[in-house]
């Protein structure tokens, strides 16, 4: 089954707004199997609409849209569908009475333009939204979702759950497995990897995320037997990089095992500045192992907070193993990670360049200071450093490191 990506929104072509939804939706739409034969984006206008219907309704069998569908004058992509199909916009009651309760619940003000939010296309199936007001609304092939991403990740895999059972699209539906990887380059796993893909219908692919890459495995779930071999194969080559499956990160998983070994753990920051502490915090619950988190920006505040010798600053600067050791040590929980680098654009030097930042890692009596180089932007490096951090310390408490 082959669909089309319609995105509606003249913000999205000013670059006022950036596209996250129809990446979402390939990723749900791979796991059925479907393959999206284009995406289009198109300005909040009837005739640009009904031209992207139209040429979608030639190459595809699912048409999405996302966006349009609010309350304002700009919101035409309803009208746009019945225009296209011939059909009346209607409001069906049941529609307007879950929506009224929502204003009501939320303490939120009703006015008559809010009615646009529940009119659909004669005979649309509406599919429920649990996070705003407007549902989405599938008729004739063509489904349409409101262009907020939050509402959109609600109701689109539901959407499909239940297309794919009327269309019987889960007789052979497709599995996936997601390595995550982290420290080895696209270039490298694709050399490593690719020549593990010998049958047909068994693919992989690279997807670079912010916490590392993800190889994503996949194949019809009457293959998945040959899936976890090829699985098998990659993880007795490269397994000490690959930190975790699915919806693992590396933030989640560092708590997780704290809290498994009932362990504390502070960070000491100089160069990442806090973006250590947001990622702990970030994740629900690290307040049971957390206990604080230090920017020593300055050479002072780490002799102060930390205990680093004036001497070491002198003799070694403030970016160098000595002071990253000085730093976590200083410390007084069960685990520590320190950091201390420059993070650029300015103060690099021929021995100490830009991007290049010592991180310490402690686990009980055992301390480990590595040094990386990172290349990037001020922001990127601080945030590859934050990261290689977590790596690190993943791996020291799984005792692989």
Not at 166 to 192: M, S, T
Not at 256 to 281: D, H, R, W
Request: proline share 3%.
């Amino acid at each position: 089954m082959k669909a089309s990506i319609i995105l509606v929104g003249t913000e999205l072509l000013s670059g006022g707004t950036v596209d996250t939804n129809s990446i979402f939706m390939a990723e749900e739409l791979n796991k059925y199997g479907i393959e999206i034969k284009n995406k289009l984006t198109v300005k909040d206008s009837i005739e640009d609409i009904l031209v992207a219907l139209e040429f979608a309704r030639k190459n595809s069998d699912l048409i999405i849209t996302s966006g349009g569908l609010g309350p304002t004058i700009d919101d035409i992509t309803k009208d746009a569908v019945a225009m296209f199909l011939n059909k009346k916009i209607i409001v069906d009651d049941k529609d307007l009475a879950i929506m009224m309760k929502k204003f009501e619940e939320r303490q939120l003000t009703y006015t008559p333009n809010n009615i646009k939010q529940v009119e659909k296309p004669e005979g649309a199936v509406s599919i429920p939204n649990k996070v705003g007001m407007c549902p989405a609304v599938y008729v004739d092939g063509i489904v349409s979702f409101p262009g907020v991403p939050s509402e959109v990740y609600d109701m689109f895999p539901r959407f499909l759950e239940w297309f794919a059972r009327e269309k019987d699209l889960l007789v052979d539906k497709i599995y996936i497995r997601d390595l995550l990887v982290y420290g080895i380059g696209e270039a490298h796993l694709d050399q490593i990897i690719s020549g593990f893909f010998t049958e047909e219908g068994i693919d992989y692919e690279f997807l670079v995320k912010d916490f590392g890459i993800i190889i994503r495995l996949q194949g019809k779930n009457s293959n998945k037997n040959i899936v976890e071999k090829i699985a098998e194969k990659i993880y007795n080559i490269i397994g000490d990089n690959i930190f975790g499956e699915g919806n693992d990160r590396l933030e989640n998983l560092v708590i997780e095992k704290l809290k498994q070994e009932k362990l504390s753990l502070s960070v000491a920051e100089s160069c990442t500045g806090g973006m250590l502490s947001a990622k702990i915090v970030g994740v629900s619950g690290a307040s049971e192992v957390y206990e604080e988190g230090i920017t020593t920006y300055s050479n002072e505040a780490k002799q102060k907070r930390l205990g680093v010798k004036k001497e070491t600053l002198e003799k070694y600067g403030a970016v160098s193993k000595e002071t990253a050791e000085e730093m976590v040590r200083g410390l007084k929980t069960d685990v520590g990670i320190a950091t201390t680098g420059v993070a650029g654009p300015l103060g690099g030097t021929p021995e100490k360049p830009v991007g290049l930042v010592y991180m310490g890692i402690k686990v009980k009596d055992r301390v480990v200071v590595e040094r990386k180089v990172f290349v990037g932007t001020r922001n990127k490096i601080r945030e590859r450093a934050t990261l290689q951090c977590l790596f690190y310390l993943n791996k020291m408490l799984k005792g692989k490191y």
